[in-house]
Nanobody, 121 residues
Framework: QVQLVESGGGLVHAGGSLRLSCAASGSILSINTMGWYRQAPGKQRDVVAV???????NYADSVKGRFTISRDNAKKTVYLQMNSLKPEDTALYYCYANIRRVGGFRHSEYWGQGTQVTVSS
């Protein structure tokens, strides 16, 4: 069984910083893309940042220059450093990974349970 466990969410004032972590565990053979999505109340889930196994990264326009995604492949962990936070960054943040399980034949999508980020003005 594969699990993604997020940590690092919380309440912060506008202009502050938070660092999210997401660790994958279980019978994992390989991980391709890892990333972060977020969903605000009443809105759809949108991509925030993604990191490919080849080292490429992509960001939503709204977070470029403020957020940085990184990953430690040995630890099967992806991070999201969030600086200069704004109230509009308030959302439930979900970790995502494209994982091939041991004994599996293809990669499949896995999601974490979500971690709340609240930015006060």
């Amino acid at each position: 069984q594969v699990q993604l466990v997020e940590s690092g969410g919380g309440l912060v004032h506008a202009g502050g910083s938070l660092r999210l972590s997401c660790a994958a565990s279980g019978s994992i053979l390989s991980i391709n893309t890892m990333g972060w999505y977020r969903q605000a109340p009443g809105k759809q889930r949108d991509v925030v940042a993604v990191s490919t196994s080849g080292g490429s990264t992509n960001y939503a326009d709204s977070v470029k220059g403020r957020f940085t995604i990184s990953r430690d492949n040995a630890k099967k962990t992806v991070y999201l450093q969030m600086n200069s936070l704004k109230p509009e960054d308030t959302a439930l943040y979900y970790c995502y990974a494209n994982i091939r399980r041991v004994g599996g034949f293809r990669h499949s999508e896995y999601w974490g349970q979500g971690t709340q980020v609240t930015v006060s003005s």
